[in-house]
């Protein structure tokens, strides 16, 4: 067995399955009777999947479009022996509620819960401070005394530093996430004005931050990172808590996503790039596939934003050019697996050490002995293309630093995924760049977790992008949105 595995290597299909020839002849009776008006999702991703969910919905005939062999974009699974691995750890907050619509429109909600209530474990192995565990954690209080106890007992800050940190955080509540010129500025500054030592960036905003920005403050949007610490921390006691799949993500965003696409009538298409779209002289939409001709009264583009520029027609948007500067940031997913149990916790946090958040995926993975745990690396420049023998020099003995129970137990496997392009980065000045859904061309939308959701790169903007691009597209079929739209009034 490689140490370095092919993400792309994981298929899913499965053929024969009663939804889909459900799904195909609701969409054929359609399609010959001329009942409705017809989109073409181009991306299945869960951007492109809430898309053709929501015009499905809506009685649209929805024909979806996707290149690889499966759905779920960069949120999905694959096989490794006899494991089921997931591209990297992904999660979502108790704020995200158009994620946590998607969960509920595939069934899949009971699968990736939600934490009680917000609490997170933080390891600190620097030199200086010994071991030592702290706590981030919630009380049922209203905001922002819900916090107060945690922080006023968080051991990895000194008093005068968490007493600086409340002053910041009152002062980033009252930020007007609308204005602007705060996208102009960088997080790392913003805070350094405020009081904030490097330590208190490192041990707090950092913590946070890059797990959900994927960029360090100092590289991060004042305008994302306000977003994600008011919406996140500072706006309802359980906004934070945190949920993630307790199954490998390509049930819920793969095979569930298929089975309510397939249910909904959508046809699916997997393994079919979509090569050009074009407009007829009678405004309707042409799209090329290889050996076949897709006509569409609307189409989403729910791809990449590279992708989405070579494919957009000429004039569709007015300075095309700008979604070749949205940049974009890595994420290194280290994966290890034990022959015994090493971690008591189902993850954690870390500091003084280059390891970040580490999860147990030993239940999810299928794994019947030993222990699997999955170590995060967000923003990771510096190491995406390290070979994986350097990796391993590099964080194996780290583990054991932070997991006395590593010491001496038998790495059964260790192998990398890099996800290059994992996020668009969320640098100063992104917000200019990034394109609503709405393009010139009537009835051509954008979708994408880097169009303009006010969201950083996260499951919750992907599916809202869906949402928006979705009423977009039933505006120009004439189309009245139903409830979806009210529910998410403002990513719509």
């Known amino acids: 067995m490689s140490d370095t595995t092919q993400a792309e290597g994981f298929d899913a299909d499965r053929p024969g399955r009663p939804e889909k020839e459900e799904g195909a002849k609701r969409f054929l009776e359609g399609a010959v009777a001329g009942d409705g008006r017809a989109a073409v999702v181009v991306g299945g991703g869960l951007a492109g999947i809430t898309a053709a969910l929501a015009l499905a919905d809506a009685g649209v005939r929805v024909t979806l479009l996707e290149g690889r062999p499966r759905l779920g974009g960069l949120a999905f699974s694959f096989q490794r022996g006899d494991l089921t691995v997931d591209n990297g750890q992904h999660v979502y907050l108790r704020c995200c509620t158009a994620y946590r619509w998607f969960l509920d429109r595939v069934d899949g909600a009971g699968l990736a819960p939600l934490q009680d209530r917000l609490d997170v474990p933080v390891l600190d192995v620097a030199k200086r401070a010994g071991s030592r565990l702290g706590r981030l954690r919630r009380d049922a209080l209203p905001v922002p005394l819900h916090l107060g106890r945690s922080l006023a007992t968080y051991p990895h800050l000194s008093l005068a530093e968490r007493a600086k940190v409340g002053r910041a955080a009152l002062a980033l509540k009252a930020l007007d996430l609308a204005d602007p010129a705060l996208d102009t500025e960088d997080f790392g500054s913003w805070l350094t004005r405020h009081g904030q030592s490097a330590r208190a960036v490192e041990a707090l905003w950092d913590l946070v931050g890059v797990a959900t920005l994927n960029a360090v403050a100092g590289d991060a ?54 090569t050009s779209i074009s407009q007829h002289g009678n405004g309707r939409w042409r799209v090329q596939v290889p050996g076949e001709t897709l006509h569409a009264d609307a189409v989403v583009l729910a791809v990449p934003q590279r992708e989405a520029h070579d494919l957009l027609p000429e004039g569709a948007l007015d300075a095309p050019e700008r979604l070749l500067e949205i940049g974009t940031a890595p994420i290194l997913n280290i994966h290890v697996v034990y022959d015994r149990k090493v971690l008591g916790k189902p993850f954690f946090a870390a500091l003084g ?140």
């Not at 610490?229 to 500072?234: D, N």
């Not at 993500?249 to 046809?267: F, N, P």
């Not at 079929?477 to 009210?486: A, I, K, S, V, W």
């Open 221 to 274: 949007s004042l305008g994302l990172a306000a977003m994600v610490f008011k919406t996140g921390l500072l706006s309802d006691p359980g906004a934070a808590d945190i949920g993630w799949a307790r199954v490998p993500l390509g049930e819920l965003h793969d095979l569930r996503a298929r089975k309510a696409l397939d249910s909904a009538g959508v046809r699916t298409e997997l393994r079919t790039r979509v």
């Open 353 to 492: 050490t280059p390891v970040q958040w580490v999860f147990d995926r030993t239940e999810a993975s299928g794994l019947s002995e030993g222990q699997y745990l999955a170590l995060s690396q967000s923003a990771a420049h510096e190491e995406i293309d390290a070979p994986v023998s350097q990796l391993r020099r590099r964080y194996l003995p780290e583990l054991e630093r932070l997991l006395p129970g590593t010491r001496g137990a038998e790495v059964r496997d260790f192998f990398v995924t890099r996800e290059r392009t994992a996020t668009f980065a969320p640098t100063p000045g992104v917000g200019r760049l990034r394109p609503g859904a709405r393009t010139k061309a009537p009835g051509l939308c954008l979708a994408g977790a880097w169009t303009a959701t006010g969201w950083p790169a996260t499951m919750e903007s992907a599916v809202r992008s869906g949402v928006s691009a979705a009423g977009a597209a039933l505006s120009a079929l004439g189309r009245p949105r139903d409830h979806l739209f009210e529910l998410f009034e403002e990513a719509a």
